[in-house]
């Protein structure tokens, strides 16, 4: 009988695991080419949609330069902005080119508000050029795995001659390592600030992650976006004891693009 076979099928899927209970609930329908969630306890997969296509990352890329400052430079060192870091293009905080600013404003306005100015900033801190910074940078994506990713740039900007790419696997790994540092979770959560820099010149500084001003708030992460990447995202769970870390390349629908692949990638860790 109908209902016999159905009640079976419950059954069985209560003692399944992850990936059999995954296969019998409806995937999301996402507009992004490519996207994954993972475990982040262990780093099993337990949803992926083209995860090995190369794609550009956009500035999902800071996540990358975030981790190599907070491993090479204090909190509370003073960074001296270049008239190089200034001229990059938007997104920028607008930074004042002589002005010296500590580190971690620095930080939050590149993960925070994506300012380009501030990741080129660093990277020159870190490196004394962006280009030496860039070495740095993929030295660290081959030791963590990345190994379908290449950096050309701090910032994740679109260049016409050198071209950057990543999967949603590789920013996965990153991201997994990323936030065991709980400074940069900290700064992910940060919806809006406003830095300050020797000049005195007050700077607001607003998330670009509008899920921070959605109920819940369940999604902490890094966006992106250029012409030629479209929208990107890699983030992870709101909560203190997070259980995914998931990513999206080339959306059309980012917002909703990450808020089923969040709701399903929790769905199906909790079954795990």
């Known amino acids: 009988m ?4 159905l009640f079976l099928t419950v059954v ?11 296969q019998a609930l409806r995937a999301p329908v996402l507009s992004a080419k490519s996207a994954i969630v993972i475990n982040l306890d262990n780093g099993g997969v337990l949803y992926s949609k083209n995860p090995e296509l190369r794609l550009p990352p956009a500035s999902t890329t800071k996540v990358m330069t975030a981790v190599l400052v907070l491993e090479n430079l204090p909190l509370d060192k003073e960074v001296l902005i270049s008239s190089r870091a200034t001229g ?11 002005a010296s600013y500590k ?12 300012s380009n100015d501030a990741a080129v900033s660093l990277a020159e801190a ?19 795995g990345m190994d379908n990713t290449l950096f050309v740039n701090a910032t994740g900007l679109t260049e016409r001659r050198r071209h950057q ?24 959560g940060i919806q809006i600030t406003t830095i300050q820099g020797s000049d005195g010149k007050t700077i607001f500084i607003k998330s670009h992650n509008k899920m921070l001003w959605r109920a819940p708030r369940f999604v902490k992460g890094k966006t992106g ?9 890699v983030g992870t769970d709101y ?15 980012p917002w909703i693009d990450i808020k089923r692949l969040a709701t399903f990638g929790l769905l199906l860790k909790n079954r795990s």
Do not use: C, Q
Request: charged share 20%.
């Open 126 to 144: 870190v490196a004394g050029s962006e280009d030496a910074f860039v070495k740095l940078m993929n030295a660290k994506a081959e030791s963590l």
């Open 165 to 188: 790419y990543s999967t949603v696997t590789d920013l996965t790994r990153l991201m997994r390592y990323a936030v065991k540092d709980k400074r940069i979770d900290r700064i992910l």
């Open 225 to 233: 976006w250029t012409f030629a990447s479209r929208h990107t995202f």
């Open 88 to 98: 990059v293009a938007p997104s920028k905080a607008g930074l004042t080119v002589n």
């Open 239 to 253: 909560a203190a004891d997070k259980k995914i870390v998931f990513a999206l390349l080339s959306s059309k629908k």
């Open 103 to 114: 580190v971690s404003d620095l930080l939050i306005a590149t993960l925070v508000s994506s």
């Open 2 to 5: 109908a209902w016999v076979s």
């Open 12 to 22: 069985l899927l209560i003692d399944a695991p992850a990936s059999v209970f995954a």
